[in-house]
C-alpha cells in the first residue's frame, strides 16, 4: 500500500506494481517479475515463464523457446533441439532425427535415402553409394545386399545385378562382369557359374556360353577344338583329320569321332557329306 501527501489513508498498489512500507507511490515490477494488488514486493516468473515491466502474472514460453527463472523474455532453442510450450530448458533431438533451425517445436526424422547417426544433429546425412535407406529416422544407412548394388548417394532402394554381372560382397555400388570361361544367366546373382565342359566364354559379362564347335580364334580355318575342364575361356585344337561334318571331338576327351554320314536336300537336290568316318 501507499499513501500520498493528500491522503490521510493507505492505498492498494494495483497488479503489476509494489511498495514498500511508508511509500508515497506503487513502483511498477521487472521484467521477468510480477505481482498481485497490494504487493510489498515483485515475485519472479517461474522457469518456462516469462513477463514484461509493470505484469499481473508470468506467460508461458512459446514451443521452441524457453527461459530461466526470472526470465523477461524467452530464448529459441538452437538447432539440434527443440521445445514444447512452457518449458525451462530445450531437448536435444534424438539420433535419426534432426533440426536445422532455432526455435524448433519438434525435431524432424532423417528422410529417406539418409541417416542422423548422433544425438544433437542439426542435419541428416545422405547414405553413401552402396547403402540405402527405404524408411525415414534412420540412424544408419543399409549395406545394398548380395547380388545388387546402390550407384548414387542418398538412394532410397538398392538394384538388382543384371544378367551377365553380380555381386558376392553386401553394399557394392556396382556390379561385376562374369569373366571369361564363366556365365550368369539370372538377375541378382552372388556368383558366376563356370562354363561347362565343351564350352568356352572368352569375354566378360556373358550371360551364356558357346560351344567350343563355334571356336574359331585366327578367324580362317576352323578346325575341331574341345575342352576337357569347366571354366574355360578357349578351347583346345583336336587331331582330328577328317572333314569337318564327318568327324568331331568328343567332349571332355578331345577324342576323334566319327559323326556318320550325312545326306539331305535342298530343292530336290541331294548334298551333304557321304564319306564313310570308318574308312578313313
Do not use: H, M
Request: hydrophobic share 25%; with cysteine; charged share 20%.
Amino acid at each position: 500500500t501507499y499513501a500520498s501527501a493528500a491522503s490521510a489513508e493507505c492505498l492498494e498498489c494495483s497488479g503489476g506494481t509494489f511498495s514498500e512500507a511508508r511509500s508515497s507511490e506503487c513502483t511498477k515490477c521487472d521484467g521477468g517479475t510480477w505481482s498481485n494488488t497490494s504487493a510489498a514486493a515483485c515475485t519472479d516468473c517461474d522457469a518456462g515463464t516469462y513477463s514484461g515491466s509493470g505484469a499481473e502474472s508470468c506467460t508461458d514460453c512459446d514451443a521452441g523457446k524457453y527461459s530461466a527463472d526470472g526470465a523477461a523474455s524467452c530464448d529459441a532453442c538452437a538447432g539440434g533441439s527443440y521445445s514444447n510450450e512452457g518449458a525451462d530448458a530445450c531437448t536435444t533431438c534424438e539420433a535419426g532425427t534432426y533440426a536445422d533451425t532455432t526455435g524448433n517445436s519438434a525435431c524432424t526424422a532423417a528422410p529417406l535415402g539418409s541417416f542422423v547417426a548422433e544425438a544433437g544433429s542439426s542435419a541428416a546425412t545422405q547414405c553413401l553409394a552402396g547403402t540405402y535407406t527405404d524408411t525415414a529416422g534412420n540412424t544408419a544407412c543399409v549395406d545394398a545386399p548380395t547380388g545388387s548394388f546402390v550407384a548414387e548417394v542418398g538412394s532410397t532402394t538398392f538394384t538388382e545385378c543384371a544378367i551377365g554381372t553380380y555381386t558376392d560382397v553386401e553394399g557394392s555400388s556396382e556390379c561385376e562382369d562374369a569373366p571369361g570361361g564363366t556365365y550368369v544367366d539370372i538377375v541378382g546373382s552372388t556368383a558366376p557359374t563356370d562354363c561347362e565342359v565343351g564350352t568356352y566364354t572368352d569375354t566378360a559379362g556373358n550371360s551364356a556360353c558357346f560351344s567350343c564347335e563355334l571356336y574359331n580364334p585366327d578367324g580362317i580355318n576352323r578346325p575341331f577344338y574341345y575342352t576337357v575342364d569347366t571354366g574355360r575361356s578357349t578351347c583346345d585344337e583336336c587331331a582330328c583329320n577328317g572333314r569337318r561334318g564327318t568327324k568331331f571331338c568328343e567332349p571332355g576327351t578331345g577324342n576323334c569321332q566319327c559323326r556318320g554320314l550325312f545326306i539331305g536336300t535342298r530343292d530336290g537336290t541331294a548334298y551333304g557329306f557321304d564319306v564313310d568316318c570308318a574308312d578313313e
